[in-house]
């Protein structure tokens, strides 16, 4: 599963947010899931030094700060490109056509589901629901919900075009 | 924006006359607009309406009108309609509102008080523009509790949610009420679990009650794991108030001073617009030290879950909280006598908790009046799927799913023919078309082979396949399971292939008992109810749908025509009229022609997705076929189960 192969190195962020985070917080194991949620935010993933930070100011084994950092679908170890596709493979989604979409992004990106295009410039991920389901099926495209979608629509997406522009 | 926030109320009589006023103050409002701000309207773009018609009420100088107010709102239901903008007193309905529209709207109907035609909702079946709200079919049959205060609210003011008569349960309950009184009149009103199996919530409570122990804690699970149900989703976005205040009246009951809601990281507005809440509520002393001035203590805490299906159920929910990995443990522990941090625990979904309120105010009779024998008061379902109106309703238990589907649903998409309806969730089955009489109550959808679940109603046509509706639970499952015992993480590995070889034409006859039989050890040697019942989808359907299976291990074709190692398609020539619809829909440009002219598909480019087929309503000139040598498709390598998602 070497999915960002080709990636380029990314030099290690700079922590100083890390800091910031965890004084926001408890330092008990019970904040775990909740500061690793606002590192993943701050950096789109969860460096590597990051989770060494978070489990030595958290008095947890860095082993449990793997754990949990893994379990979750929201939290990725990998950096991940500029723009998150997330394509919903929800059941609503899933029977109005999810599935083609996944094979049109797919083609069009030149990556599977889960991984990062070489240049960081998109990450492609399914997601199962997020509760927009009457307008199935629904891809978000960084910050941008799109609604009843059809595979002909998914270069535009990628374009970051939308009806009302 | 007349009055300012309400300063700490002291005591319960002090809220009630402020409710009083600020209702009063509503009501004097000659006119209301109320824009939509939802997840699926914001996805429509109604932020950008909502703006628009700031800019253009401020513009024009009407925006300091005493008798007009405007609103952002949560979803009204209809999301598939949206941005949508009501406008009470009159409950006119606008729908597909663009900021473009906002000028005319405001020119026409604020000022003009004219009703623009254009803009209304037209019903698809009888062509009719309909003007009110409660007029419109899907709105007709809904009986609001759980959702009561949804779109009528701005969910950022406390003070429209008072307005509508938040937290004068909660005064009734600590003022007037002894913890076992608020037990037996929640026991009295039926009310069942609404985000699962259905327990009866006056028991949970009573049982935490009378578990020793000083701490205890209330949880509220917002973790909405089934897809195709955003009930909780709406609820917490659009009147996180309600699902406080059942909160502070089931911590009373049970004598809890510590809250949490569980609320999926999925659900950003959730989180913002409860946080929100919780702020407001506890500067108003209606959360905190000393309540209302009753002397009873709580206060409720948001953590927001990781994104993994499994934290939904108890347990496992719990140890997320606790910020561990959420493995489930066996049930015989009940968490109401050890859960959170091994100390008595009630959780309840936002659904359950919102419905609190309600029958503490109007009492347990009114809410038992409604519904069936066993199931009672309303329940919200999420209408999803290949139906007209897709969107959220509520209405009391024991309506048909006929009348859910056709009624309020408006009928199935393109009028094609009906074939199931998928309820319960992952864990859930998926109910045929003789069965569409059924009265949805917790048992009667039990006994056709499904459940209640959280409400997710999705309805499916001809063009669903269901082999590949239960290839898709099994998937699901898999790829959700904790891993932590066998039958249901290898179990669900051996379906999953299984079920992957019958829709490349690779299956065999005896896949079918095998299915059977590996379903049933999964039921019984599981460890949490998420691998008891991962079985479900492929049970149901085997038992409903087997024909289908049959046509895909026998005859190497899928008659719904979705799995595309079995499926070819074709125009038929006689029928094409060269209306480019198909030309314009296919992702790989497979069809050519000139308009007006004989269409032709290349077999060659052809990806077999099947949008052609879905836009050719009118002539119906694509058909598609069994593909010839589906058997020849190379088979995957032995016994590998696909690649797990790499986090
Ligand atoms: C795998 C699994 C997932 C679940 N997901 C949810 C969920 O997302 N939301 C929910 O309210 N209940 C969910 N439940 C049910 C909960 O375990 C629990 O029964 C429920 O939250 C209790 O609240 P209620 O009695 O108000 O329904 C799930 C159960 C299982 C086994
Ligand atoms: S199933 Fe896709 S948003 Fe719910």
């Known amino acids: ?165 | 924006m007349t009055t300012s926030l309400p300063a700490r109320f002291g005591v319960p009589q002090e809220l009630e006359a402020r409710c009083a006023r600020l209702k009063a103050e509503r009501e004097g409002k000659r006119l209301t607009i109320l824009v939509c701000c939802g997840t699926g309207c914001l996805a429509n773009g109604s932020a950008k309406v909502a703006d628009a018609f700031a800019r253009e009420l401020h513009a024009r100088g009407i925006d300091a009108d005493v008798g007009l107010a405007f609103k952002r709102t949560g979803c009204h239901g209809f999301c598939q309609r949206g941005p949508l903008v009501v406008m009470m007193p009159d409950e006119t309905f606008y729908q597909r509102v663009k900021p473009k529209d906002v000028p005319k709207i405001v020119e026409q109907t604020v000022v003009g008080g004219k009703v623009i035609a254009t803009l209304l909702y037209k019903d698809p079946n009888s062509k009719q523009r309909i003007t009110r709200y409660h007029e419109i079919p899907f709105y007709q049959k809904q009986t609001r509790v759980a959702m009561r205060n949804i779109g009528l609210v701005d969910p950022r003011d406390l003070r429209d949610s008072l307005a509508r008569g938040a937290y004068l349960a909660v005064a009734k309950a600590l003022g007037a009420m002894t913890p076992e009184q608020v037990i037996a009149e929640v026991d009295q009103s039926g009310l069942r679990g609404r985000g699962g199996a259905g327990f009866s919530t006056g028991r949970k409570w009573r049982s935490a009650r009378a578990a020793p122990g000083e701490r205890k804690f209330v949880i509220c699970n917002g973790d909405e794991g089934d897809p195709g149900a955003f009930k909780d989703r709406s609820i917490l976005e659009g009147d996180p108030h309600s699902v406080i205040e059942g909160m502070i009246i089931g911590a009373y009951a049970v004598g809890a001073h510590e809250g949490f809601v569980y609320v999926r990281e999925e659900y950003p507005l959730a989180v913002e617009n409860l946080g929100h809440a919780l702020c407001d509520a506890r500067a108003a002393g209606l959360l905190g030290r000393n309540i209302l001035g009753t002397g009873f203590d709580f206060d409720v805490q948001i953590s927001r879950g990781g994104g993994a299906f499994v934290c939904g159920e108890s347990s496992a929910l719990m140890k997320s909280i606790a910020g561990m990995v959420g493995e489930p443990r066996a049930k015989y522990i009940h968490a109401t006598d050890r859960g959170l941090f091994d100390l008595p625990s009630v959780l309840n979904n936002v659904e359950s908790w919102s419905d609190v309120p309600v029958i503490i105010e109007k009492g347990a009779a009114w809410f038992a009046a409604m519904g069936t024998a066993k199931s009672k008061g309303t329940k919200a379902f999420s209408l999803v799927g290949k139906v007209k109106n897709t969107g959220l309703v509520e209405t009391p238990m024991g309506i048909t799913l006929r009348e859910l589907i056709f009624d309020i649903g408006g009928g199935i998409l393109n009028d094609r023919p009906f074939k199931a309806v998928q309820t319960g969730g992952p864990s859930g089955g998926c109910v045929p078309a003789h069965l569409l009489d059924l009265p949805i109550d917790y048992e009667k959808l039990t006994e056709a082979g499904s459940m209640m679940g959280s409400g997710g109603m999705i309805v499916m046509d001809d063009r669903t396949c269901m082999v590949d509706v239960a290839r898709y639970f099994t998937r699901f499952l898999w790829d959700e399971s904790c891993g932590k015992c066998t039958p249901c993480r290898e179990g669900l590995s051996q379906l999953q292939i299984v079920h992957d070889r019958i829709c490349r034409g690779l299956g065999r006859e005896e896949d079918l008992p095998l299915m059977e039989r590996l379903g049933a050890v999964m039921e019984t040697a599981a460890l949490c109810a998420l691998g008891k019942s991962a079985n479900f989808p492929v049970k149901s359907t085997l038992q409903y749908f087997r024909d289908e299976y049959v046509a895909h291990v026998r005859d190497k074709r899928c008659p719904a025509g979705i799995c595309k190692d079995l499926t070819i398609y074709r125009i038929i020539d006689e029928q094409c009229n060269g209306c480019g619809a198909c030309l314009r829909v296919c992702p790989s440009k497979a069809i050519t022609g000139k308009p007006k002219q004989l269409h032709a598909l290349d077999q060659g480019l052809c990806i077999s997705c099947g949008a052609c087929f879905d836009v050719c309503t009118p002539m119906n000139a694509i058909a598609f076929d069994p593909r010839p040598h589906a058997a020849a498709v190379p088979p995957a390598a032995p016994g590998a189960a696909p690649a797990r998602r790499n986090s």
């Open chain 1, 1 to 165: 599963m070497s999915a960002t192969a080709a990636a380029p190195a990314i030099p290690e962020p700079d922590l100083a947010p890390v800091d910031a985070i965890l004084a926001g917080y408890p330092q008990t194991e019970t904040s775990l899931v909740q500061v690793l949620q606002d590192v993943n935010r701050t950096f789109n993933y969860l460096p590597c030094h990051a989770l060494e930070k978070v489990a030595a100011s958290l008095g947890v084994p860095l082993a449990r700060v793997f754990s949990v950092a893994t379990f979750y679908k929201a939290f990725s170890i990998k950096p991940r490109g500029k723009v998150i596709i997330r394509i919903c493979t929800g059941t609503a989604c899933h029977i109005r056509g999810a599935p083609l979409l996944v094979d049109e992004f797919v083609r069009h990106l030149g990556i599977r589901a889960g991984e990062t295009t070489p240049d960081m410039g998109f990450t492609l991920e399914t997601v199962n629901c997020v509760g927009a389901c009457a307008m199935a099926p629904v891809v978000i495209a960084g910050p941008r919900h799109h609604g009843g979608l059809s595979p002909a629509d998914v270069p535009d997406v990628i374009q970051g075009k939308s009806d009302d522009d």
